[in-house]
């Protein structure tokens, strides 16, 4: 199981409505991308933190560590964004003479890319509220309430499915290559991740097989009926 699914079916607000869960991250979303104050950044950041540690009950290491993932192509984003291009050096607080231009850091850049930084974790963690506090039958309910398509909800449920599908595939298939040392050198690695793709293909596609004739047994018509949506 997934880290974020594993919170999200454990923390302390699994059976609040999804809806108010939705709309809390929806206006706080919504706050983050209009207010342009930092102050108002920091405070949402804050805020939706205590709501997930502390009311949420998500332990705080693991949520740093899930933070993690996004912020490093978050802050590669920003640090292209200080870089400025110049024909005039004196606008620039730091740089250098790069043929006929400058390349430097200049004060608006440095402001742009703070603000831009903390916009960016402030929506980050108005998502990672509703994810970690709402399993995923929820979210196929809360999605049933809104009217959408069923297409898409089935296309959701079905990524869903296929994800853990092919982390377990994956899974299975790196161990057993483990335990025959199919990774003790650089050559051998390379040689063990080809065959863990090709295989990696063919079971997922007998697993697809496999669910597709589950589904025909199981008289399946284009809709997944979820036990417990007029509950939400």
Request: aromatic residues 14%; proline residues 2%; positive net charge.
């Amino acid at each position: 199981m997934l880290l974020i699914d594993k919170y999200a079916y454990t923390n302390r607000l699994r059976n609040l409505s999804p809806g108010i869960k939705a709309s809390i991250g929806a206006i706080f979303l919504i706050a983050s991308m209009l207010f342009k104050n930092l102050y108002i950044l920091i405070g949402n950041i804050l805020f939706m933190s205590f709501i997930i540690v502390v009311v949420a009950k998500i332990d705080f290491k693991s949520y740093i560590n899930i933070l993690k993932i996004p912020m490093y192509f978050l802050l590669m984003g920003v640090g292209m964004n200080l870089l400025n291009i110049s024909v005039d050096g004196k606008e620039l607080l730091y740089g250098c003479k790069f043929f006929s231009f400058y390349i430097g850091i200049s004060r608006i850049s440095i402001d742009t890319s703070i603000h831009i930084l903390f916009r960016a974790i402030s929506c980050l963690t108005c998502v990672y509220f509703f994810m970690l506090t709402t399993p995923f039958n929820q979210l196929i309910f809360l999605l049933k309430k809104l009217h959408l398509p069923d297409n898409l909800i089935e296309v959701t449920m079905l990524i869903y499915r296929f994800i853990f599908i092919l982390l377990e595939e994956v899974s299975d298939i790196k161990k057993s290559q483990e335990l025959r040392f199919g990774y003790v050198n650089l050559k051998t690695s390379y040689k063990s991740l080809g065959i863990l793709v090709n295989l990696l293909y063919r079971r997922i596609m007998k697993r697809y097989d496999d669910m597709c004739v589950s589904l025909d047994i199981k008289l399946y018509d284009g809709k997944f009926h979820i036990i417990g949506d007029e509950h939400v």
